[in-house]
Structure formats: structure tokens, C-alpha cells
């Protein structure tokens, strides 16, 4: 079956170190999505790609960078890891102009 | 720009009973809206979506979503709650003409369901 998948499901790490957070899905999807989760945020956006080589920001997107390289992948990196950034991933994936998107299980990043 | 509230952080059901979580959404086009579920260290599950047509929607696990333009609303339903619903759930919107893609995401809402 087809799915999406994440990696590490539990990472911690210390301030100031890369670290990059891996989303690999099967299904052939041209949408690809990072999101964050936090209490009383509910999921918010990081970075988005619609096709190999095209990345944009959403609307937390400081501090965080992605690449898409192929139609499977959309590693999200941290550049210089802070403690803000304790949190929740979410990776999810949609077909082109489709309509609802389909979420890995996460990734709960802590940095310390 | 598109946004979703969700005014209750938490609503408490007893088996059973009918249960209602709130959604509301601002778009500058015609929405897609959609509900999604959380289980405790799960990702999101979808349950149902209203993209045209009826107004009332049908999705997994017996529920169901009513789409109100007037009151710019997508309430999800369900008629008789069940423990097992006790969960986290989402409601998000895309805009049809200027939000791309893009699921813009409530803050959550906490069911419980008790006996």
C-alpha cells in the first residue's frame, strides 16, 4: 500500500545543531507539506513544495529550509537548531490540485 | 488570506449522546473545508471534506459535517458518540482561488466521550 512515512519518530538534540528531519511518500503526490504542531497553535504551516524543485514558505518558515530533489522526498533541515523549535513535525502529501493531504505519523523533535 | 477557528478547546460528551464540534472559516473565494482526526502519538487521519454540492457531508466512523455559507460554518456531527471518538479533531479550509493547495488548520479540539 501506499503511505508516507517519517524519520526519526524521536529525535533530541542540542541548540545549534543541524538537524534534518526526513518525509518520503509512495504515492506519487506533487504536493508535498511541513507542518509543526504545538498546544494552542494547532498544525502550522512550515514549507510546502508543488513538484521537483519548487519550495516555498509558509508561514513559519524562519529557521527552516527544505529541497526536493525527486517526487518521493521532502527533507525539512534546521539549520541551527533552538529551543523554540521544540516541537511536533507533521509531513503530509496531496496529488496536484487535489484536495485533502495525507500525514505521516511525525516526528517529535526536543531540543535541549 | 484563509483562516479557521475553533472556538472550544474541549467539549465533553456522554456515550450515546449527540455530539457537535465548532468550525468556523474565512475565505476570500469558495472554500474546500475538510475535518481531520488526531489519536494520541498518530497523525492525522482524515474523516471527511465538502468541496460542492450538499450541504451536509458523510465521512468515516459515522460522521457527518454541515456546510452553512451563510454563517460561513462546517460543524461536524455525530449522532450517537462513542467512547473510541474521544480523540483531537482538526477542521482546516483551502481556498479554491488564492490558497493554492494549502490546508490552513484550526487550533483543535479535544473531544471526550464518557460513559
Known amino acids: 500500500d501506499a503511505e508516507i512515512t517519517q524519520s526519526p519518530r524521536h529525535k533530541i538534540t542540542e541548540t545549534g545543531r543541524q538537524v534534518t528531519l526526513a518525509c518520503h511518500q509512495t504515492w506519487n503526490h506533487n504536493n508535498m507539506f511541513w507542518y509543526r504542531q504545538d498546544l494552542g497553535h494547532g498544525l502550522r504551516l512550515i514549507h510546502y513544495?508543488?513538484?521537483?524543485?519548487?519550495?516555498n514558505k509558509g508561514e513559519v518558515s524562519d529557521g527552516y529550509s527544505v529541497s526536493r530533489s525527486n517526487t518521493e522526498d521532502l527533507p525539512l533541515t534546521l539549520e541551527s537548531a533552538a529551543s523554540s523549535q521544540t516541537s511536533v513535525y507533521f509531513c503530509?502529501?496531496?496529488?496536484?490540485?487535489?484536495?485533502?493531504?495525507?500525514f505521516g505519523q511525525g516526528t517529535r523533535l526536543t531540543v535541549v | 488570506a484563509q483562516s479557521v477557528a475553533q472556538p472550544e478547546d474541549q467539549v465533553n460528551v456522554a456515550e450515546g449522546n449527540p455530539l457537535t464540534v465548532k468550525c468556523t472559516y474565512s475565505v476570500s473565494g469558495n472554500p474546500y473545508l475538510f475535518w481531520y482526526v488526531q489519536y494520541p502519538n498518530r497523525g492525522l487521519q482524515f474523516l471527511l471534506k465538502?468541496?460542492?454540492?450538499?450541504?451536509l457531508v458523510k465521512g468515516s466512523y459515522g460522521f457527518e459535517a454541515e456546510f452553512n455559507k451563510s454563517q460561513t460554518s462546517f460543524h461536524l456531527k455525530k449522532p450517537s458518540a462513542l467512547v473510541s471518538d474521544s480523540a483531537l479533531y482538526f477542521c482546516a479550509v483551502r481556498d479554491i482561488r488564492g490558497g493554492g493547495n494549502k490546508l490552513t488548520f484550526g487550533t483543535g479540539t479535544q473531544l471526550k466521550v464518557e460513559l
Open positions: 513544495s508543488y513538484g521537483v524543485q519548487d519550495t
Open positions: 465538502y468541496i460542492t454540492g450538499d450541504n
Open positions: 503530509a502529501s496531496s496529488e496536484r490540485g487535489g484536495t485533502e493531504a495525507f
